[in-house]
């Protein structure tokens, strides 16, 4: 049974990387009364620890709010080559987790969950929405998508995936507005996958 499994995985690692149907910047401007107000650029040592194929990175207003939308795409994922999460990237930079919870994302493919966090720094306080995000499936827990990936590598061919994160402001009313938005950008990146 190993010795299958791992000739299946070498079988993946020899494959050509899936490449995106539409790139991420085809997400649209916008999105649940959301508008696109900018693009923000990673710096170069950022883009070298995140080691994304692509990414979007763009700051949504919506009235009084503003939210940032992060999607990076990795076309091939092998052991030491997925994606990061947030419970190591953040902490490192100096913010802290206050809540942790799930919270559930109600989109015309059905519902889903995703993590829904609060983080604070120098009394800064924000919502921190994420999940990762493969060709058929999105997945909260990030254990749960490495097994995804594993079930999608052997009978799907595919080890491609994507990780998004929404993060706003912690104001009154502003949980509403950013949950809109995570639930409009679930298809808008699924359509990046697909046809």
């Avoid at 939210?67 to 802290?96: D, I, K």
Wanted: proline share 5%.
């Amino acid at each position: 049974m190993l010795a299958t499994a791992r000739l299946i995985m070498w079988g993946q690692d020899h494959r050509p990387p899936e490449t995106l149907r539409q790139p991420l910047a085809a997400i649209p401007a916008g999105m649940a009364e959301w508008r696109a107000d900018r693009e923000l650029t990673l710096s170069a040592g950022t883009l070298k620890a995140l080691a994304a194929t692509a990414y979007l990175d763009r700051i949504y207003l919506r009235g009084p709010y503003s939210a940032e939308l992060f999607v990076a795409y990795y076309p091939v994922q092998r052991a030491g080559e997925t994606m990061h999460s947030p419970n190591a990237c953040l902490p490192g930079s100096g913010w802290e987790f206050s809540e942790r919870s799930l919270a559930e994302l109600h989109t015309a493919g059905g519902t889903v969950t995703i993590n829904r966090d609060q983080i604070q720094k120098d009394g800064a306080r924000m919502w921190l929405l994420y999940w990762y995000q493969s060709h058929d499936a999105v997945i909260a827990d990030e254990y749960a998508s490495k097994f995804v990936l594993f079930r999608e590598a052997m009978f799907g061919g595919r080890t491609s995936g994507s990780f998004v994160r929404v993060t706003a402001p912690e104001t009154a009313g502003s949980l509403d507005a950013v949950m809109a938005l995570a639930e409009a950008a679930v298809p808008a990146v699924h359509r990046c996958f697909r046809d």
